[in-house]
């Protein structure tokens, strides 16, 4: 008999104007691996698997503001990175592309946008 199991996350999905950009950007952050690649949607997953980041092409995104006010493209979600230094890593984050936000609520974290707009942290590994 089969074993059965419940409901597995297999990858998250992240919306940008230009999919491929965003994800070059993510895949030299993580030094992850494009698994797939479509015109309008890239597959990013660490070389020893588990949960993917995708970007698709969101033809009518705005990029979200954070922190949330009240008006304005809400943030809906955000990924958070474990690295060893908050400095080399935001270093390395910029240098890809990604700006340091002006609000910074955590000395352990480090928070960032990506390319399009998304907030991102950089957390401190416990």
């Not at 940008?16 to 952050?29: H, S, T, V």
């Not at 690649?37 to 009518?60: I, K, Y």
């Not at 979200?64 to 984050?93: C, N, T, Y």
Request: hydrophobic fraction near 45%.
């Amino acid at each position: 008999m089969a074993e059965t199991r419940g409901p597995v996350l297999t990858t998250v999905n992240i919306s940008a104007p230009d999919p491929g950009a965003l994800a070059r950007f993510y895949q030299r952050l993580l030094d992850w691996d494009i698994k797939a690649e479509e015109p309008d949607w890239v597959l990013l997953q660490a070389a020893d698997g588990g949960v993917g980041l995708a970007v698709q092409r969101g033809e009518n995104y705005v990029r979200p503001r954070w922190p949330a006010g009240p008006a304005g493209q809400q943030m809906m979600m955000h990924l958070d990175i474990r690295v060893d230094d908050l400095e080399s890593a935001g270093a390395k984050a910029v240098a890809l592309g990604a700006t340091v936000a002006d609000h910074q609520p955590q000395g352990d974290v480090r928070v960032c946008f990506d390319p399009a707009g998304h907030p991102f942290c950089l957390c401190l590994a416990d």
